[in-house]
Nanobody
Framework: QVQLVESGGGSVQAGGSLRLSCTASGFTFDDSDMGWYRQAPGNECELVSTISSDGSTYYADSVKGRFTISRDNAKNTVYLQMNSLKSEDTALYYC??????????WGQGTQVTVS
């Protein structure tokens, strides 16, 4: 079955950097679009960034210029490099993939706290 395992979260001071990783299994990673979502307490889940199977990327306006999504198909892993972190980036970050129009498979999340 589809498994997505995130890692790399932690606590960092404002202005710092973190790199999130998501290792995937149970599906053909090379052919799949991947995304990162986040949810802060009291807020709705927000799409942060996506990378398609052909490498095309999307970024939410709130992270554009600061975050970079990438993928390593040889390692079945997608990354989210987060620079110039702000307190408003504090959230639980989820990796996701889809087999249809919507992202319907999710990891367990990794916490990012920026102080």
């Amino acid at each position: 079955q589809v498994q997505l395992v995130e890692s790399g979260g932690g606590s960092v001071q404002a202005g710092g950097s973190l790199r999130l990783s998501c290792t995937a299994s149970g599906f053909t990673f090379d052919d799949s679009d991947m995304g990162w979502y986040r949810q802060a307490p009291g807020n709705e889940c927000e799409l942060v960034s996506t990378i398609s199977s052909d490498g095309s990327t999307y970024y939410a306006d709130s992270v554009k210029g600061r975050f970079t999504i990438s993928r390593d198909n040889a390692k079945n892993t997608v990354y989210l490099q987060m620079n110039s972190l702000k307190s408003e980036d504090t959230a639980l970050y989820y990796c996701a993939t889809r087999d249809g129009a919507a992202y319907n498979y999710w990891g367990q999340g990794t916490q990012v706290t920026v102080s």
